[in-house]
């Protein structure tokens, strides 16, 4: 290209005038203008290509990428080297004839690294399939969680066909529920060393640690075996997380050294006590306490 025909536009393939506009271009409104600067602007633009914002290194890029992103996405690139695409946001169609599709947000596949992911996915309740989302990665939310389910449609589920491990969802705000069953099963959280008073630890020798479990229907319960600490009436065990305190005081006969026993009372403000134990008492088990946890 030898520059424009016109030499006063241009010439040696460079914009003389200011700009080149429509006739009836006006600002932020009508028409188009293509400026000296390098700016520019438009009505309408259809692009056959990629689209690039930014620099080599930090940009925005929409277009049909290669794999492993493999399709149409808008990538997301800050300064890296070793892994080019930083993200990437992409819209998925499970085929022809389908009833939904899935908006997959994500970083790459294939780089040597688990890939945190969101997907919205669509949904039509004639096929049977849901409006849902999953996350495969941390989730961490600020303000509260309402899941409800429509009629027909399992929303939240938890079993061994479709958990991914290693995930945290925490809910600052509280988790609201509507009725119904969503758990089946509690999970052992181990006592914390901080929490053991008065010289009790985990008994040891592969026996369960001291550990409590909160259960989907609103009670709490203890496992594990303790031992080494103070035997007399009324001292304390270990203190229990404030959300899984009872409103009233329970008391439970549990076994101990050698056919021995004792009591093990929960209290209101989240100790774990013994009391009245047998004369010779060194370990005591947890297993037989569950209760009914505040407000349920």
């Not at 479990?213 to 229990?240: K, R």
Request: hydrophobic share 40%; glycine share 12%.
């Amino acid at each position: 290209m030898s520059g424009f025909a016109n030499a006063i536009i241009g010439g040696a393939e460079a914009l003389i005038r200011k700009a080149m506009r429509s006739p009836n271009y006006v600002p932020a409104s009508e028409g188009w203008t293509v400026n000296k600067d390098g700016s520019a602007e438009f009505n309408d633009v259809a692009v056959r290509g990629s689209v690039d914002v930014g620099t080599a290194t930090q940009y925005t890029k929409i277009y049909n990428a290669p794999a492993p992103i493999d399709g149409p996405a808008i990538v997301f690139n800050s300064d890296s080297t070793t892994y080019p695409d930083d993200g990437y946001i992409r819209a998925l169609s499970a085929g022809p004839g389908t009833a939904y599709a899935a908006l997959e947000i994500s970083t790459p596949a294939g780089v040597g690294q688990d890939p945190a992911q969101l997907f919205l996915v669509s949904g039509d309740s004639s096929p049977g399939v849901a409006p849902s989302a999953g996350f495969f990665g941390d989730v961490d939310i600020n303000g509260g969680l309402t899941v409800d389910p429509t009629a027909g449609n399992n929303v939240l589920t938890a079993d061994d066909t479709g958990v991914v491990t290693n995930v945290t969802l925490t809910a600052n705000a509280g988790i609201s529920l509507p009725a119904g069953e969503y758990a089946k099963r509690g999970a052992l959280f181990p006592v914390p060393a901080a929490s053991f008073q008065n010289g009790w630890t985990n008994f040891g020798n592969n026996y369960q640690p001291a550990a409590f479990v909160e259960y989907a229907d609103g009670t709490a319960g203890l496992s594990g075996v303790v031992s080494g600490g103070t035997t007399t009436n009324g001292t304390v065990i270990f203190a229990l997380p404030s959300n899984l305190w009872p409103a009233f005081n329970h008391v439970w006969c549990s076994p101990g050294t050698g056919g021995k026993h004792s009591q093990i009372s929960v209290h209101s403000d989240g100790h774990v006590v013994i009391q009245v134990p047998d004369t010779g008492t060194t370990w005591v088990s947890l297993d037989p306490c569950r209760w009914p946890i505040a407000g349920f």
